[in-house]
């Protein structure tokens, strides 16, 4: 049988409520505070519920709440204070320190037996939810750690290292491509198609995870069979207008050729994402050898960028509360900026349009 703690100074109240009780639950008695803790210490493991009443000698309820809590047991066992006091403020009071339950006196028997009863269950049900959860926290834990081992063990291998620096000389190939790219726009438009550009290369923990997860054997020839954004490139442009001509040119360069496509900005996903995604296969050239990596371009507008980082945040951080309420706003953001982006992108087309009728009417003879 589960076991049952009442706390209360009148034994009229402790024998009702063992009357109300035994026939269900082990009732253990204690008359003051002090006590109540003493007996909570010894049957802590079995005790699922604790009625509790707020006046008492030597350490009133109050004080019993605040070391339950202190010692982190009112989490798992619940407080249901027993009371005459039926002021608003005192029940709010008790709650606001953590107590589960109220029970007034005088105790109606099948009031005081359901609400129990119904308050056990519910944190048995809490109880399990947070031993699973540990359970989980655990195991994603442990499997942190094998991934850190086995991608240390990864990373002291030469010909990883190698591949390594072969993605490294891509990402290097695809940036020079751009800023040449970025050098004639400069010369023949007077303005530049992107913003900046980021590189990043997967660690190897990262790859490994991912290689794992996916079924692949860890090794440099899956690596570069099945992974496609082992080496990436972000490219930032101001308009999306920028963006598709950009990649146009990139992709019509001699010795590169494009594997695969993705546009989020013509089609985003559910959750307002957009970006151009290509995967492109480009060539790289050793003392000895030349050869062709794969390379995960993505190119985004300014505001796509921003939206991107905060959105990162959300989806990799835990216990954010409000965490539904922030994908609605985050979404609602994303429409907005897509907006806002073929706006600004029109009121540059005007700006130049002007500017070149203003050239126009400024030539000899007109």
């Not at 991608?151 to 010909?159: D, G």
């Not at 620096?165 to 010369?187: C, K, T």
């Not at 950009?246 to 559910?270: C, F, H, M, W």
């Not at 959750?271 to 003392?287: D, M, Q």
């Amino acid at each position: 049988m589960q076991r049952i703690l009442v706390v209360d100074d009148v034994e009229l109240n402790r024998e009702l409520l063992r009357n109300m009780l035994e026939d269900e639950y082990l009732i253990e008695i204690a008359e003051d505070g002090e006590k109540a803790l003493r007996k909570f210490r010894k049957y802590q493991s079995s005790i699922v519920a604790v009625l509790l009443d707020l006046q008492m000698p030597n350490k009133d309820g109050f004080a019993v709440i605040k070391e339950m809590k202190k010692n982190g047991w009112l989490q798992k066992i619940p407080v249901l204070v027993v009371s005459s006091e039926n002021a608003i403020e005192i029940e709010s009071q008790c709650l606001a320190f953590g107590a589960a339950d109220f029970i007034h006196k005088p105790f109606e028997s099948s009031i005081v037996r359901n609400r129990i009863k119904n308050t056990i269950e519910l944190f048995a049900g809490k109880n399990r939810l947070a031993q699973k959860v540990e359970e989980q926290e655990e195991a994603l834990k442990k499997q942190d750690r094998i991934i850190k081992l086995q991608a240390e063990k990864l990373q002291e291998a030469e010909p990883f290292n190698r591949l390594m620096m072969e993605y490294r000389a891509a990402i290097m190939g695809v940036e020079n491509r751009l800023q040449v790219l970025n050098e004639e726009f400069s010369l023949e438009y007077n303005r530049n198609p992107f913003e900046s550009i980021k590189s990043r290369l997967k660690t190897p923990a990262s790859i490994y995870e991912k290689l794992s997860r996916k079924g692949y054997p860890v090794t440099v020839e899956s690596i570069k069979e099945n992974l496609k954004d082992v080496a990436g490139v972000r490219v930032i442009c101001s308009f999306p207008d920028d963006i598709y001509h950009l990649a146009e040119l990139l992709v019509k360069q001699d010795n590169i050729t494009l594997l695969g496509r993705k546009d989020y900005i013509k089609s985003p996903k559910t959750n307002g994402y957009r970006s151009l995604h290509l995967i492109l296969n480009v060539p790289i050239f050793l003392s000895n050898e030349k050869k062709y990596m794969k390379v995960e371009v993505q190119f985004r507008t300014i505001a796509m960028d921003f939206w991107a980082s905060l959105e990162h945040k959300l989806k990799y951080k835990k216990d954010i509360d409000n965490a539904e309420e922030i994908v609605g706003l985050l979404k609602t953001c994303a429409d907005s900026i897509e907006v806002l982006d073929y706006q600004m992108q029109e009121i540059r087309d005007k700006i130049d349009s002007s500017r070149k009728n203003n050239d126009v009417s400024e030539e000899p003879g007109q």
